[in-house]
């Protein structure tokens, strides 16, 4: 059974970066891209980005000046760093794997981690 | 920018009732790319549909989608309680590549 765990600081201080890993358990991060999801307290989900182990990646245009996501293949984890935060990006944020056999839904996700953008 | 937009943004029904979810999109969108979530309060998002109408693994039968280009539902036949919970679609593709809709949240009447 694939599983996916994130990690990282709950409390990020205004104008920082804000760093996640996702580590991936249960199969190999080399079959799939892996994607970042956020939802802000009480709204719906947007999506951040997606990766393959191959580096390739794809953002939202609305985050894509702040975004980045790597992957280290030897750890099967995946990393989002959001630079410049403010308050607007206080979200749970979720990782997840896009299955391209199922029609390249997101069929696993991590519990998610919650991330307070305050000082 | 596909955008997808789905109503009632509530739906307040009975156990046992039909419940039928809309998600239309502002593009055509490839059936199948169109995906349903489940998220109910305090856990990750669950899949539920993918392609528009192949039910994920473990997915009960009462769930079932449709639909094609910009107008795609969700039905669930006869609702039961653990199936109160807020409802996504999604589409993949065009750029930005993942975008969900706002979703609609199916309560207890």
């Known amino acids: 059974q694939v599983q996916l765990q994130e990690s990282g600081p709950g409390l990020v201080k205004p104008s920082e970066t804000l760093s996640l890993t996702c580590t991936v358990s249960?199969?190999?991060?080399?079959?799939?891209?892996w994607s970042w999801i956020r939802q802000p307290p009480g709204k719906g989900l947007e999506w951040i980005g997606y990766i393959h182990y191959s580096g390739s990646t794809s953002y939202n245009p609305s985050l894509k000046s702040r975004v980045t996501i790597s992957v280290d293949t030897s750890k099967n984890q995946f990393s989002l760093n959001l630079s410049s935060v403010t308050a607007a990006d206080t979200a749970m944020y979720y990782c997840a794997r896009h299955n391209p056999v199922l029609w390249w839904c997101l069929d696993f996700w991590g519990q998610g981690t919650l991330v307070t953008a305050s000082s | 920018e596909i955008v997808l937009t789905q109503s009632p943004g509530t739906l307040s029904l009975s156990p046992g009732e039909r419940a039928t979810l809309s998600c239309r999109a502002s593009?055509?969108?490839?059936?199948?790319?169109l995906i349903w979530y489940q998220q109910k309060p305090g856990q990750a998002p669950r899949l539920l549909i993918y392609?528009?109408?192949s039910r994920a693994t473990g997915i009960p039968d009462r769930f079932s989608g449709s639909g094609s280009g910009t107008d795609f539902t969700l039905t669930i036949s006869r609702l039961e309680p653990e199936d109160f919970a807020v409802y996504y679609c999604q589409q993949y593709g065009r750029s930005p590549r993942v975008t969900f809709g706002g979703g609609t949240k199916v309560e207890i009447k």
């Open positions: 593009q055509t969108v490839s059936s199948s790319y």
């Open positions: 392609g528009a109408s």
């Open positions: 249960g199969d190999s991060i080399s079959n799939y891209y």
